[in-house]
């Protein structure tokens, strides 16, 4: 035996060790808008709470848009849509 078959013996017990120790797992992204009169920031904390009265393991979240609405010059309404990611079961 070579060192280098020797290597290649280690490396593929490394790696076969490694496999037994990760846990494979699936994620879901929903989408969903969620609004404030307040800010951006407590519209998305709405979101991800409402979410999370239904959803479990929410991992994540990225903000896809922001918009204001607008009544006589004035913001009324703060909006985000959000992808929340979780991990599925």
């Known amino acids: 035996m ?10 593929v017990m490394t790696a076969a060790s490694y496999e037994t120790e990760v846990k494979t797992s699936v994620g879901k992204v929903i989408e969903l808008t969620a609004e404030s009169p307040e800010s951006f920031e407590d519209a998305i904390r709405r979101g991800i709470a409402k979410a ?4 479990d393991d929410i991992h994540g979240a990225w903000v896809k848009s922001q918009q204001v609405m607008v009544r ?15 991990i599925v079961r």
């Open 2 to 11: 070579v060192a280098a078959d020797i290597e290649l013996k280690e490396f």
């Open 72 to 86: 006589d010059g004035q913001i009324t309404a703060y909006r985000v849509d959000l992808k929340v990611t979780f």
């Open 52 to 55: 999370s009265e239904t959803v």
